[in-house]
């Protein structure tokens, strides 16, 4: 059986007992927070356990590395539509210890995209656009940098009310301890002296 008739047996009998019931909600988040975290299957569960979001309470982004890494890009947006059209009032970035993007080496990266049948000219078009798929694909060295570079993008953003809180932190996927990198509260504080 495919991964993907998997899937779909397993949503008929999930439909058919009304388990659904138990998610339902708005598409407002409750506690009016808007959360970009990596994708990083550790998280899946851990992180709104660990952030005490339940089902409704936030809109959750997942990026990898958790990453907003350009202030016009679809992350950017998704935030500002969370805020604009959503209700949030809150943004936090969380990123994590021992996070893949950390050890992403874009060389070796797109090695493996040749080897998956990725032809060296489509590479060259990519390049040729300017675009630079080394700095695009490349990692970060350090996890609180990161997600320091990702607040202050999405906190200078030109669309952002300057009253809105941005927070950084960092969560375990061990054992779900966050760590406070940035305090949107404090940030705002300082700026209005």
């Not at 941005?166 to 301890?177: F, Q, S």
Request: proline share 4%.
């Amino acid at each position: 059986m495919t991964k993907l008739a998997e899937i779909l047996e397993y949503n008929q009998a999930f439909v058919k007992n009304e388990e659904y019931k138990k998610f339902q909600t708005t598409k407002f988040p409750d506690k009016r927070m808007v959360v970009i975290s990596c994708m990083d299957t550790r998280l899946v569960e851990l992180l709104p356990h660990a952030l005490n979001v339940k089902n409704g309470d936030a809109k959750i982004i997942k990026t990898a590395g958790g990453i907003v890494s350009h202030p016009f890009g679809s992350v950017m947006r998704s935030i500002l539509v969370a805020i604009y059209e959503l209700q949030a009032e809150e943004v936090i970035v969380v990123g994590h210890h021992d996070c893949g993007m950390s050890a992403i080496d874009p060389t070796a990266f797109l090695e493996k995209v040749k080897q998956r049948g990725i032809s060296s000219h489509d590479l060259d078009l990519l390049k040729n656009s300017g675009l630079n798929l080394e700095k695009w694909l490349g990692g970060f060295d350090c996890v609180s940098d990161a997600v320091k570079t990702s607040v202050q993008m999405i906190d200078k953003h030109p669309l952002l009310p300057r009253s809105l809180p941005v927070h950084g932190l960092i969560i375990d996927p061990a054992t779900g301890k966050l760590d406070v990198v940035v305090n949107g509260y404090d940030v705002i504080k300082a700026n209005n002296k």
